[in-house]
């Protein structure tokens, strides 16, 4: 009998690869095509304030007053896999301590190195008098965003994502609730219907402030994803299921609604000026069509599957918090260096951002993301 071959060293591209995509995709909380739809999210931000700042990555096309969405998108896919995972559990599984010791571990790890790191960097070119630094922030400043009272630009997402980590157990103890139940959908839809009457009862849209730090205003979104992870464990479990087709239609119908939500379409639609901000508030809406084509990926053809689960679609998703902490001031220090005058300035901005998100990712995010509060037996 011939003696088994060796294994194949990897090559050092594969390698490189592995620090980032590490390897195939086989936990729940770990679907190739999700990161790829995490990274359109960070996408959308970014190309929405590379139009602002006037260099588009397409000529004539304005992506202005888009980035909320790709923030909004960010929500829903944190809602969702969060969800998703602890609805393996019965309800009596959430009174594992360890359960919580894991998961506070892992949301504080998730978001705080790398935070840190942006704040503390802040504070300290702010009182060494670098003016230019895109986030300023003096002792005060520094204080507030620790406490989760202020954030300045983009970091007015930090406090509300970290919030909701709050919210979750019992959103999702009471979806697992129903569940154990054995409600039928229209039951759990009508809850679903309530809450989001409720939430935005209690937080109008109206009244949300620009960048607002607080969940409240934005509760309804997460709620859609966490609603769709619900949706997702029925789908997965039903005995006849939608065809991977009708998920197309459903697909297609939210990518064309979210288009024509861009500000520069919504005023050609609507025969109206261009607003800029006309779509920051419509908080359900994107809660749902986001929830909608997270679900369409998931569920439908593979086709529609295959743009979000390659390599490329996942790195930038894998690297995108950092590309979202970092890339404005990225973009401040290439316009301080005549970024104006470069050839295609907008992809120069871009390919720089995600460079630098990279190698953030591998310093403080990498080392992180793996660890796990430690299980007996």
């Known amino acids: 009998m011939s003696s088994p071959l060796p294994d194949t060293p990897p090559t050092p591209l594969a390698r490189l690869a592995g620090l980032f995509l590490g390897r195939p995709r086989v936990r729940l909380d770990q679907v190739d095509s999700l990161d790829g739809l995490r990274g359109l999210a960070v996408l959308i ?48 599984g ?6 919580w010791a894991d998961y506070a571990l892992r949301r504080v790890l998730r978001i705080w190195p790398l935070y840190l790191v942006v704040l503390l960097s802040a ?23 620790l406490t ?15 919030v909701f980590y709050l919210v979750l157990p019992l959103v999702a103890w009471l979806l697992a609730w129903s569940m154990a139940r054995a409600w ?23 009244e949300a402030l620009e960048n607002d730090v607080r969940l409240g205003p934005y509760l309804v979104i997460f709620l859609c994803g966490a609603f769709a ?15 991977p087709g009708a998920w197309a239609a459903v697909g297609l119908l939210a990518i064309v609604a979210l288009v024509l939500t861009m500000p520069e379409a919504w005023a050609a639609v609507a025969g109206a000026p261009v607003d800029y901000g ?11 069509a986001w929830s909608a084509l997270l679900l369409a990926v998931l569920h439908g053809p593979h086709w529609l599957r295959r743009p979000f689960a390659s390599a490329p679609a996942r790195w930038v998703g894998v690297v995108s918090f950092s590309a979202y902490l970092w890339h404005m001031p990225v973009l401040d220090l290439l316009r301080a260096h005549g970024l ?25 995010e990498r080392p992180w993301r793996d660890l796990r509060w430690a299980r007996k037996g």
């Open 123 to 145: 504070w300290w070119l702010t009182r060494s008098g670098h003016a230019g630094w895109h986030y300023q922030l003096d002792d005060a400043a520094l204080w507030r965003h």
């Open 340 to 364: 104006a005058s470069w050839p295609a300035p907008g992809w120069c901005a871009l390919l720089a951002a995600l460079a630098a998100a990279g190698v953030s990712f591998l310093l403080f």
């Open 45 to 92: 931000v970014l190309a929405s304030h590379l139009s602002n700042a006037g260099m588009g990555l397409v000529p004539g096309l304005s992506l202005s007053g888009t980035g909320k969405s790709g923030v909004y998108l960010f929500f829903v896919l944190s809602a969702f896999l969060l969800v998703r995972l602890l609805l393996r559990r019965p309800p009596a």
């Open 148 to 162: 989760l009272r202020e954030g300045q630009s983009v970091l007015w997402s930090i406090p509300v994502e970290f």
């Open 278 to 288: 006309v779509n920051h508030r419509w908080f359900v809406f994107f809660g749902l």
């Open 229 to 243: 992870a619900r949706l997702d464990h029925r789908l997965r479990a039903a005995a006849s299921p939608p065809s």
């Open 184 to 206: 039928p959908w229209w039951l759990e839809a009508l809850g679903f219907a309530v809450a989001l009457a409720a939430a935005t009862w209690a937080w109008p849209p109206a």
């Open 94 to 99: 959430f009174a594992d301590g360890r359960l």
